[in-house]
């Protein structure tokens, strides 16, 4: 954008070798909830594009073939490497919806859960924190909680050429004593310990998802973020 300030104080966007290990980095992010990158000759024509969706830690998306559509989604990013041989896949099943907002409450609660997937896809959730994957249990219902749980939901589709969908989470807390608001952090325990938890590998630089949530002093969600 005109007038746009870039890192460094630099006024248009730019590519710069990193030296030793010649990877390209820019004075510029994309937006995680998704963003599109154009780029134009000096004659200011459009030469190329690339939609970069909403995506999950450690994934990229680029064109399969080298630069020739369409985009596709890749589990490991491919610096400096061809595109041309990377396990590749369309796009991500749609996330499902939590019906019940979480809370803090004094009795049971009943969860009600949406599947939003238009390819037969199945929700499989969990209530201990961890991360839904394809072993957790199956959906098929109302969940009942009457203690103090973290319900987060993913739906796994049918269609090989989508990825599991992002997760939704929503926080249950009872008989919590407090007079102040109260802020969630959730993470799946492997994120905190062992080989690929911070806590146990306090050394690294390492960055875990994390979703967090504001509860105010009656105990209504006022915002979450991740």
């Not at 994934?59 to 041309?84: A, C, H, Y």
């Not at 939901?153 to 090989?160: A, G």
């Not at 390492?206 to 105010?216: A, I, N």
């Amino acid at each position: 954008k005109d007038g746009q300030q870039y890192y460094a104080g630099t006024t248009y966007p730019l590519f710069v070798s990193s030296g030793v290990t010649e990877t390209l980095s820019t004075n510029f992010a994309i937006s995680t909830m998704g963003e599109s990158i154009y780029m134009f000759n000096q004659a200011g024509d459009l030469v190329d594009s690339l939609y970069v969706p909403l995506m999950q830690p450690d994934m990229s998306v680029g064109k399969f073939t080298d630069g020739v559509n369409p985009s596709r989604i890749f589990l490991s990013p491919t610096p400096n490497q061809s595109n041309n041989f990377s396990t590749n896949y369309a796009g991500f099943e749609i996330v499902p919806t939590i019906v019940t907002a979480g809370g803090m409450f004094t009795s049971q609660q009943i969860v009600t859960v949406q599947n939003n997937s238009t390819t037969g896809g199945t929700i499989r959730f969990t209530t201990n924190g961890q991360d839904p994957e394809l072993t957790s249990p199956l959906y098929t219902g109302p969940i009942s909680l009457s203690s103090n749980a973290v319900v987060k939901v993913r739906c796994f589709s049918s269609d090989p050429e989508l990825l599991p969908s992002t997760m939704d989470v929503e926080t249950f807390l009872f008989a919590v004593d407090h007079t102040l608001p109260v802020i969630s952090l959730t993470t799946d325990p492997t994120n905190l310990y062992g080989a690929t938890g911070i806590f146990d590998n306090y050394d690294t630089d390492w960055r875990k998802p994390c979703v967090v949530e504001y509860f105010d002093a009656d105990g209504v969600k006022q915002f979450e973020t991740r």
